[in-house]
């Protein structure tokens, strides 16, 4: 079965803090993907890689960052977290075989105080 | 921008009824995708149907699709209480086959 984990479940962070989020695979997936969910807004893309060290911006990454120093590892980096940045975050990784189909995450919610 | 749009925002239902949602879309796909989101929880992929496809099958799960007026259907037939969960429908990003888009679900309690 594939695993996704995320660091953290819960995550409560002040105004300006630097924000770390980290995702790991256990299937060797090529593509890697962070999500955050609103209500109302359902999911939204903010960063995608199809490969290590390649990145692409998805819908809203105005705020984000990510990294993808290892084939597993798929870090989303608040550089100045804000209060409109408070969400559920979810991230997800799929193989180039099968793009189509996403393997999730738990979630990390993240409040931002 | 979004893609999939779910049809009800939100179903009660009673345990042991038949569930049905809808997702329409805007423009071509290769394919449409059901997930399911439970409380606070990650998706999990319950279905893939490809556009030359018009219905898939698995388990209590029942999913067409119709093209020609940019639809699909969700059916869960005798439903339980642990179905209880969010619904969405995810289509590919015609231009980017590695991308889905998802649409914002639909909320589903089944009462026992």
């Known amino acids: 079965d594939v695993k996704v984990t995320q660091s953290s479940r819960y995550l409560v962070k002040r105004t300006g803090e630097k924000v770390f989020l980290e995702c790991v695979q256990d299937m060797d997936h090529e593509n890697m993907f962070w999500y955050r969910q609103d209500p109302g807004l359902g999911l939204r893309l903010i960063y995608f890689s199809y490969d290590v060290k390649m990145k692409e911006k998805g819908d809203i990454p105005e705020g984000y960052s990510v990294s993808r120093e290892k084939k597993e590892r798929f870090s989303l980096i608040l550089e100045s977290a804000s209060t409109n940045q408070t969400s559920m975050y979810l991230c997800?990784?799929?193989?180039?075989?099968?793009?189509?189909?996403?393997?999730f995450g738990p979630g990390t919610r993240l409040l931002v105080l | 921008s979004q893609q999939g749009e779910e049809d009800p925002q939100a179903l009660s239902i009673q345990e042991g009824e038949n569930a049905t949602m809808n997702c329409s879309y805007k423009t071509s796909i290769n394919n449409l995708q059901w997930y399911r989101q439970n409380s606070g929880r990650g998706l999990v992929h319950l279905i893939l149907i490809r556009s030359n496809e018009r219905e898939k099958h698995s388990g209590r799960l029942r999913v067409t699709l119709d093209t020609s007026k940019k639809s699909s259907s969700l059916l869960i037939t005798a439903s339980r209480a642990a179905d209880t969960a969010s619904y969405f429908c995810?289509?590919?990003?015609?231009?980017?086959?590695?991308?889905?888009?998802f649409g914002p679900g639909t909320s589903l309690s089944v009462i026992p």
């Open positions: 995810a289509t590919d990003a015609f231009t980017s086959y590695d991308k889905v888009i």
């Open positions: 997800a990784s799929s193989s180039s075989s099968l793009p189509e189909t996403q393997y």
